[in-house]
């Protein structure tokens, strides 16, 4: 059973860099897209971006200017690191198995495995 | 900007009931890319449909999906107690992102 742990600092200043990293046990990195999700306190769920098979990353328009995705594979990890962090970045912060679109498949991989979260708080 | 849910759907015990997706032909009606999840308080959310219409191994098949243009739809039947719980839709769109619903609070009477 694959399983995905997020680790990092439970509170960050603002302005600073926010790291983040998802360990996978239980399966290979490798052949799978790897996305990050966030949750702020009591509201939605918020697509942060992913990173694909082909290590190819997509991030969401809102943050794109301020995130970076890549995958560790000798790790077996990915890691999310966010910068210049506002109180409006708090949150818990899943990582997830999938959200890729497969071009060679015309595939979409949903998000099949998840983390149990890290809650992150902004704050001086 | 995110997909549209109700913000709460209620029923009694044993009812069926029925969660909207609402999106674009850029995102939901564009492709059979639709996915939901069931998230209790506290924890991860839960994949119970993938591709519109699939259920992940072992989930009930009480649960149920559905597409029509640009809406897709959640079907939870004979509902009970442990479905209490938020459900969110997920698609992927042509700009290669993903877009999440606001979420849907179904409370069981």
């Known amino acids: 059973q694959v399983q995905l742990h997020e680790s990092g600092p439970g509170l960050v200043k603002p302005s600073e860099t926010l790291p983040l990293t998802c360990s996978v046990s239980?399966?290979?990195?490798?052949?799978?897209?790897w996305s990050w999700i966030r949750q702020p306190p009591g509201k939605g769920l918020e697509w942060i971006g992913h990173?694909?098979?082909?290590?190819?990353?997509y991030f969401n328009p809102s943050l794109k200017s301020r995130v970076t995705i890549s995958v560790d594979t000798s790790k077996n990890g990915v890691s999310l690191n966010l910068n210049s962090v506002t109180a409006a970045d708090a949150a818990v912060y899943f990582c997830?198995?999938?959200?890729?679109?497969?071009?060679?498949?015309?595939?979409?991989?949903?998000?099949?495995?998840w983390g149990q979260g890290t809650q992150v708080t902004v704050s001086s | 900007s995110a997909l549209t849910q109700p913000a709460s759907v209620s029923g009694s015990p044993g009812q069926s009931i029925t969660i909207s997706c609402t999106g674009a032909?850029?995102?939901?009606?564009?492709?059979?890319?639709v996915s939901w999840y069931q998230q209790h308080p506290g924890k991860a959310p839960k994949p119970i449909i993938y591709?519109?219409?699939n259920r992940p191994s072992g989930v009930s098949h009480r649960f149920s999906g559905s597409k029509s243009g640009n809406t897709a739809s959640l079907t939870i039947s004979g509902l009970q107690a442990e479905d209490e719980a938020y459900y969110y839709c997920?698609?992927?769109?042509?700009?290669?992102?993903?877009?999440f619903g606001g979420g849907t609070k179904v409370t069981v009477l």
């Open positions: 997830a198995r999938g959200g890729g679109y497969d071009i060679s498949t015309g595939y979409w991989s949903f998000f099949d495995f």
């Open positions: 997920a698609s992927y769109t042509t700009s290669a992102t993903v877009l």
């Open positions: 032909n850029s995102d939901v009606g564009g492709y059979t890319f």
């Open positions: 239980g399966g290979s990195i490798n052949g799978h897209s």
């Open positions: 591709a519109v219409t």
């Open positions: 990173v694909d098979v082909r290590g190819n990353t």
